[in-house]
């Protein structure tokens, strides 16, 4: 007997007992369905961060110094050098102060607004575009002018869209607005949509301590992004003498160390979904086992035409791997369409688009998989048939 013989008759098998045949499979369709979920669901966070950082910037680098006393310090100055003497690594640098002020608008006092200083490179270090108005520039620096860019929602909140050339107050200094950012998202607060950017001459003397701190720095090349870390890291070290006075972070590196968690936690929950396919699997010997019994008759007739013990085997093999294949496909269906609800559900809880898209190779791992599990269960009560006896098989009632 040829495989397809064999097929076949596992095909007409399964369709006799149709129900049986699907809580059979029961197990291995959840199982399968589950998997490709799950990894659907990983696929879609992925791209989503991906994108996110993208949007922020591949290349960018963050440097904090926690300082080392006066007698071992950086500055505005050594920084903007570093940058002048690399500039086939490095292509821009901002300090960035963060200022915890009271903003007033009018009348009206937001909690949630955030003001930061920064320089005039800022804006292309963050890809930042501009809706109205400009940016800030050196000479707002060097001059440390009370000017301002605001973010989407200030303008179109407070100022109804016309922000330019209007006036706020940060810790009773007034600012007059000279740029306003696009929207960068939906959201209405909580974002560089309702941030405020000041010069970071006039943001460090506002600031308790008095100093800056951290810098943000644009790689040249978005290939060579670890050859910049090291360039920053050299230098500091040059002065400090030791790791534990400064910090350097990549989006890069951060972007790898979350696709990484993301990837352990998928392959977690998947082997988790994964316990369904042994289950399937338990349950197809199982029923293989039962079908043994029902069909002992059959096979000792089969046995005595002269069919030998590795054509039976092979007739059961068969048939379990048939139902798992079968539900392995069902399986796909149905994580397929539970993906797509998913991506639905998501995007209407969460407001955030994160396609739930499960990738070719695990849909094909897990078929693969559940076929296995039909072959390697199905062993068992197939061995069991081309054993018996085709005398006793004949007198089996």
Do not use: H
């Amino acid at each position: 007997m040829n495989f397809f013989q064999s097929f076949k008759l596992a095909i007409q098998s399964i369709m006799k007992s149709k129900v049986r045949a699907f809580l059979t499979m029961l197990g291995i369709i959840i199982g399968v369905g589950a998997v490709t979920v799950i990894v659907g669901m990983g696929n879609g966070m992925e791209n989503y961060i991906s994108s996110s950082f993208e949007s922020m910037g591949t290349n960018l680098i963050t440097v904090n110094i926690q300082g080392r006393g006066t007698s071992r310090s950086v500055d505005v100055d050594d920084m903007y050098a570093l940058v002048k003497d690399n500039l086939d690594v490095l292509a821009y640098v901002s300090p960035t102060v963060s200022v915890s002020a009271t903003v007033k608008i009018g009348s009206e006092e937001p909690d949630s607004t955030t003001v930061t200083g920064v320089g005039e490179d800022y804006g292309a270090i963050k890809r930042y575009s501009i809706s109205n108005g400009r940016f800030l520039q050196y000479i707002d620096i060097l001059r440390r002018q009370y000017v301002c860019v605001v973010g989407s929602y200030i303008a179109s909140n407070y100022y109804s869209g016309n922000a330019i050339g209007q006036t706020l107050k940060i810790n009773g200094n007034a600012f007059t607005i000279v740029g306003v950012l696009n929207e960068e998202d939906d959201s209405t607060s909580g974002s560089t949509d309702d941030a405020i950017y000041i010069p970071y001459s006039n943001a460090a003397k506002m600031s308790w301590a008095g100093t800056i701190s951290n810098y943000s720095f644009s790689g040249a090349d978005e290939e060579n992004i670890d050859g910049a870390v090291t360039l920053i890291e050299n230098s500091l070290y040059k002065v400090y003498e030791s790791e534990d006075y400064y910090t350097v972070t990549s989006m890069t590196s951060m972007l790898d160390n979350m696709t990484s968690i993301i990837n352990i936690v998928v392959m977690v929950l998947g082997a988790i979904a994964a316990i369904s396919l042994v289950v399937g699997g338990i349950g197809i010997m199982n029923i293989m086992l039962v079908s043994v019994t029902e069909r002992t008759r059959e096979i000792g007739i089969r046995k005595s035409l002269g069919a030998k013990q590795k054509d039976i085997m092979q007739q059961f093999v068969i048939e379990a791997a048939t139902t798992s294949a079968l539900g392995g496909i069902s399986g796909i269906g149905v994580g397929y369409l539970l993906s797509s609800i998913a991506s639905k559900v998501i995007t209407t809880l969460m407001s955030t688009e994160i396609s739930v898209s499960p990738s070719i190779g695990a849909v094909l791992g897990a078929f693969s998989v559940s076929v296995a599990i039909g072959i390697i269960f199905g062993y068992l009560p197939a061995r069991k048939a081309a054993r018996l006896n085709p005398i006793d098989a004949l007198r089996y009632d």
